[in-house]
């Protein structure tokens, strides 16, 4: 696949936010055992030392990839596959901790409000996933 050109346009600001939002949460995920990774990983049982880990690292770096890609000449090969990676992880996240753990729990308007912001993610994957297809 070719290089795209450089732009600056509303995908641009999204893929920065999103990929800023990664950088972040891989960095929590590493210096906070309470963090919302986790917190899932203990709801269900897993252990949070190793798995954790890995996710919070895969994180790290899938928003790096990211970020870098905005600036430098990457191929969209390399970046459609880092987002679809993060898009794959974060679809998991969202039927993990709100389907497969406390469904409508505390009631449906509360699950909603805190299932919002990961499906903001994950559309916003969504659409720089597709501009990289």
Excluded: C
Aim: aromatic residues 14%.
């Amino acid at each position: 696949m070719a290089n795209r050109e450089k732009s600056v346009d509303g995908i641009f600001f999204l893929q920065l936010a999103v990929s800023l939002f990664l950088i972040v949460s891989g960095l929590l995920g590493l210096m906070d055992y309470t963090s919302t990774g986790s917190k899932v990983f203990r709801a269900l049982g897993i252990g949070n030392d190793v798995v954790a880990i890995i996710i919070t690292v895969l994180e790290l770096v899938s928003g790096t990839i990211l970020l870098v890609g905005l600036f430098l000449l990457i191929r969209n090969r390399t970046l459609f596959f880092a987002v679809l990676f993060v898009f794959v992880l974060w679809a998991l996240r969202v039927v993990l901790y709100f389907f497969l753990n406390d469904f409508l729990q505390p009631d449906a308007l509360v699950w909603l409000h805190n299932m919002a912001p990961d499906l903001i993610v994950l559309s916003s994957l969504w659409v720089i996933l597709r501009r990289y297809a």
